[in-house]
């Protein structure tokens, strides 16, 4: 079993940064990969990023490319979401959610968190 607890959203002006954490518990959290995935309203669930279990695979999504980063600290069960240049299309809740591999369909995911409302507006 896996906990997740998602933290570090807010208000934050356009070209703005924010970093997002997914704090994890439960023995095995080292084996999942975790992905972020975001749902602004009115709209589906959309990827993110997704990082493995061991932190050597990435992957982004084309729309967040080159301004997010992902990364994870295998000692303190965190994942991180470095989040750069912010738009306000970007506004939504973000999710982190742990799965058995890196991929990009939200169903693949097992344990999510409980997100956290990130708002980019001046």
């Known amino acids: 079993q896996v906990q997740l607890v998602n933290s570090g959203g807010g208000l934050v002006q356009p070209g703005g940064s924010l970093r997002l954490s997914c704090a994890a518990s439960g023995r095995t959290f080292s084996t999942y990969a975790v992905g972020w995935f975001r749902q602004a309203p009115g709209k589906e669930r959309e990827f993110v990023a997704a990082?493995?279990?061991?932190?050597?695979?990435?992957n982004y999504a084309d729309s967040v490319k080159g301004r997010v980063t992902i990364s994870r600290d295998i000692g303190s069960h965190t994942v991180y979401l470095q989040m750069n240049s912010l738009e306000p299309e970007d506004t939504a809740v973000y999710y982190c959610a742990a799965g058995r591999t890196v991929v990009i369909r939200p169903t693949e995911y097992e344990y999510w968190g409980q997100g956290t409302q990130v708002t980019v507006s001046s």
């Open positions: 990082i493995s279990w061991s932190g050597d695979i990435t």
